[in-house]
């Protein structure tokens, strides 16, 4: 799908077809969670957007407290 985008003032505008709002689960007027990763533009929804950090902050913390298991399991058998 392509589409053109528009400037309004200063800033600059791309309008979503309605098959994408329905993907991301918001209606016309909600905020949504825009990054850009690379060359590329995530847009998630803002509850998606904090599920999302909260789940990688949790998964660092455990890592953290579990690293020395974790590089000993790497190390696999003992032989």
């Not at 709002?21 to 905020?31: Q, R, S, T, W």
């Not at 904090?50 to 190390?75: D, G, P, V």
């Amino acid at each position: 799908m392509s589409k053109r985008i528009t400037t309004i003032d200063e800033a600059c505008s791309l309008a979503l077809p309605p098959e994408a709002v329905d993907a991301l689960g918001v209606k016309p007027g909600e905020n949504l969670d825009v990054e850009v990763v690379g060359r590329a533009v995530v847009v998630r929804s803002v509850a998606e957007a904090q599920r999302s950090r909260h789940f990688l902050e949790s998964f660092e913390s455990i890592l953290q407290r579990r690293q020395k298991a974790y590089e000993k399991l790497a190390e696999g058998p003992e032989r």
